[in-house]
């Protein structure tokens, strides 16, 4: 990594949602790829992840869901980021994300959708992609 500088992301979970293993297994990914974490965890509100977003100036957002509350949170996030001034911020979900919902989180702003399956090299590409200027 000559030169590149860190990416930072925040990974969290919003709501009542509790099933981390997905999340926690992400996070190490992320670590052991170069990329800082700062984890939330689980239980968290949207303007709680808001002000995180803000404090730790993050290059990405991901949130992840076992539960079918996704499109209803993600929107609530992602207008609560617009709204505070930092959404160009890139948010990607994860989780169990029923592939008719993708088309409706992309229209609401998500940038990346990854369910079960997703390969961990496309997680890291997408990351890159989302958050380093493009090579020149």
Same mark, same amino acid.
């Given at each position: 990594?000559?030169?590149?500088?860190?990416?930072?992301?925040l990974?969290?979970?919003?709501? $009542?949602? %509790?099933?981390?293993?997905?999340?926690r297994?992400?996070?190490?990914?992320?670590?052991?790829?170069?990329?800082?974490?700062?984890?939330?965890?689980?239980?968290?509100?949207?303007?709680?992840?808001?002000?995180?977003?803000?404090?730790?100036? %993050?290059?990405?957002?991901?949130?992840?869901?076992?539960?079918?509350?996704?499109?209803?949170?993600?929107?609530?996030?992602?207008?609560?980021?617009n709204?505070?001034?930092?959404?160009?911020?890139?948010v990607?979900?994860?989780?169990?994300?029923?592939?008719?919902?993708?088309?409706?989180?992309?229209?609401?702003?998500?940038?990346?959708?990854?369910?079960?399956?997703?390969? $961990?090299s496309?997680?890291?590409?997408?990351?890159?992609?989302?958050?380093?200027?493009?090579?020149?």
């Amino acid at each position: 990594m000559t030169g590149e500088r860190k990416i930072r992301c925040l990974l969290g979970m919003l709501g $009542t949602d %509790v099933h981390t293993k997905g999340i926690r297994t992400l996070a190490q990914l992320f670590r052991d790829n170069g990329i800082e974490v700062v984890y939330l965890g689980e239980h968290n509100t949207v303007d709680g992840m808001v002000n995180a977003v803000i404090q730790e100036d %993050v290059d990405l957002v991901g949130i992840s869901f076992s539960i079918a509350t996704y499109l209803h949170y993600a929107k609530e996030l992602i207008d609560a980021m617009n709204a505070r001034g930092v959404g160009n911020v890139p948010v990607m979900v994860g989780g169990l994300v029923h592939p008719d919902d993708h088309e409706p989180l992309r229209k609401i702003g998500v940038s990346g959708i990854f369910g079960p399956g997703s390969a $961990t090299s496309e997680i890291l590409a997408f990351v890159r992609s989302a958050c380093l200027p493009p090579v020149q």
